[in-house]
C-alpha cells in the first residue's frame, strides 16, 4: 500500500511532490481530536512493547544529559545532524524500519538509533517524565489519501503523548496541508502558537530532505515549543 512516500531510494532528484484527494486541511480532524482526548486513558499497552523498549529504558535510565528525540528517523542520518547540533543532549532516533537502520552510518557518542514504534517510546517517556529538550519529526509518511487522515501522526492517539513532552518540536514535510493540519491539533491539543512556514535548507538534514530538494520540491516546517510537561523527574 503506498503511503506518498515515492518508491525510489532518497538519493534520487526525482521524486515527485504529493498529490490528494484532500485540497485543505481535513474537515474531520476536529472531530477526530476529540475522540482520542475523550479516549486518551483508555489505551492499553501493546504486547510487543516492553522488549522493543528495554534497551531505552536501559540506557535512559543510567544518562542524565537533556533529551532530544528524532521519531522516524529513517537511516538516522539526521539523528548524526542533530547531535552535532546539540552536542551536551542525548539524541535518540526512532525507527520501525530495521531496513531503514540497517544502512545507518555510526553514530557520534551522544547519539543511537533504535527500531521502536515512535508512539511507544512517546508514551514511555512521558510516564517516566523524563524531560525532553527537542522532539524533530523529518518527513513523516504523508498518508495523502483523505481515508488515511488516522494515519497521520496529528490525527493519532499518540498526538496525546507527543504534545505532552515538552521542549522545542519540529516538523518538517513535503505536504503543506500535513503541515496545516498538525499546526492546527498542536493549538487544539495545548494552545501554542505553530504557523507553517516555507522552508529552503541551504544543506539538507536527512535523507528524505536531500532527495526533495534534489527534486525542486516545496517544503515546509512547524516549529513550537510545547507546554512543560506536568510532572518531571530526574533520570
Ligand atoms: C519518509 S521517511 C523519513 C525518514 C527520515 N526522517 C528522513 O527525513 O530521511 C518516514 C520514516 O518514518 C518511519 N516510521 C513510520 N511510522 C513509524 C512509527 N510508527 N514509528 C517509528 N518509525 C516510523 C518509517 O519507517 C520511515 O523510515
Known amino acids: 500500500m503506498s503511503d506518498g512516500t515515492p518508491a525510489q531510494g532518497p538519493a534520487a532528484g526525482n521524486s515527485r511532490a504529493v498529490t490528494s484527494d484532500q485540497a485543505a486541511p481535513h474537515p474531520r480532524l476536529g472531530r477526530v481530536l476529540a475522540r482520542h482526548r475523550a479516549r486518551a486513558s483508555e489505551r492499553p499497552w501493546p504486547a510487543h512493547a516492553a522488549a522493543a523498549l528495554a534497551p531505552l529504558l536501559d540506557r535512559l535510565g543510567s544518562d542524565t544529559r537533556p533529551l532530544v ?4 528517523c529513517g537511516t538516522a ?4 545532524w542533530l547531535a552535532a547540533h ?12 530495521a531496513h531503514r537502520l540497517a544502512r545507518a552510518a555510526a553514530l557520534p557518542a551522544n547519539a543511537l538509533a533504535m527500531r521502536a514504534r515512535a508512539e511507544d517510546v512517546w508514551r514511555l517517556v512521558r510516564e517516566r517524565g523524563w524531560p525532553v529538550a ?12 483523505q481515508r488515511h487522515l488516522m494515519r497521520r501522526w496529528h490525527a493519532h492517539p499518540a498526538m496525546a ?3 505532552a513532552l515538552g521542549g522545542t518540536l519540529e516538523l518538517r514535510t513535503n505536504w503543506r496541508i500535513y503541515a496545516e493540519e498538525f499546526a492546527r491539533a498542536l493549538a487544539w491539543w495545548c494552545a501554542v502558537p ?7 535548507p541551504s544543506r539538507a538534514a536527512s535523507a528524505f530532505e536531500r532527495k526533495y530538494l534534489a527534486s525542486g ?3 515546509y516546517r512547524v516549529t513550537a515549543a510545547l507546554p512543560p ?6 533520570r
Do not use: C, F, M
Not at 88 to 96: N, T
Not at 229 to 234: G, H, I, L, V
Open 217 to 219: 520540491q516545496s517544503l
Open 161 to 163: 503523548d507527543l504534545v
Open 134 to 145: 527537542a522532539h524533530y519529526l523529518l518527513y513523516p509518511n504523508p498518508w495523502p489519501k
Open 86 to 97: 546539540h552536542p551536551d543532549a542525548l539524541v535518540v532516533g526512532i525507527d520501525q524500519s
Open 229 to 234: 510537561p506536568r510532572r518531571r523527574a530526574t
Open 77 to 80: 542520518e539526521s539523528t548524526a
Open 69 to 72: 528525540l528524532d521519531s522516524g
Open 194 to 200: 505553530a504557523s507553517v512556514v516555507p522552508w529552503a
